[in-house]
């Protein structure tokens, strides 16, 4: 399974953009997604999270920064989750990675540990 991420740009203080993650392979296997960021000189923290498949498809996690702002989803016919981000701030500028568990247990995985692969990440800047 590869995962490829893309949709970043720049924009103004209170714009929106839409991130893409397309996963190929054996996505079968995937039965959870999330997307993480990590701004200039700090660590890699989550975004939000959606489980892909299984007993919790469908259910979702946010970190508080972004609650009522970003919202997570998914088309699993096309392989692919997407984050909307609106109202977007200064402070959400930084790289954003999406992530996927194979094979792993149905729920929103929170922690870093719980995905296994990785995508390369795509740039958001948003100015003030």
């Known amino acids: 399974v590869q995962l490829q991420a893309f949709g970043g740009g720049s924009v103004q203080a209170g714009g929106s953009l839409r991130l893409s993650c397309v996963a190929s392979g054996s996505t079968y296997l995937i039965n959870a997604m999330g997307w993480y960021r990590q701004a200039p000189g700090k660590q890699r923290d989550l975004v939000a999270t959606?489980?892909?498949?299984?007993?919790?498809?469908?259910?979702?996690k946010y970190a508080d920064p972004v609650k009522g702002r970003f919202t997570i989803s998914r088309d699993n016919a096309k392989n692919t989750v997407y984050l909307q981000m609106n109202n977007l701030k200064p402070e959400d500028t930084a790289v954003y990675y999406c992530a996927a568990d194979r094979g792993g247990k149905s729920y929103p995985h929170t922690r870093q540990y719980e995905y296994d692969l990785w995508g390369q990440g795509t740039l958001v800047t948003v100015s003030s």
């Open positions: 959606i489980t892909t498949a299984g007993p919790s498809e469908g259910r979702t």
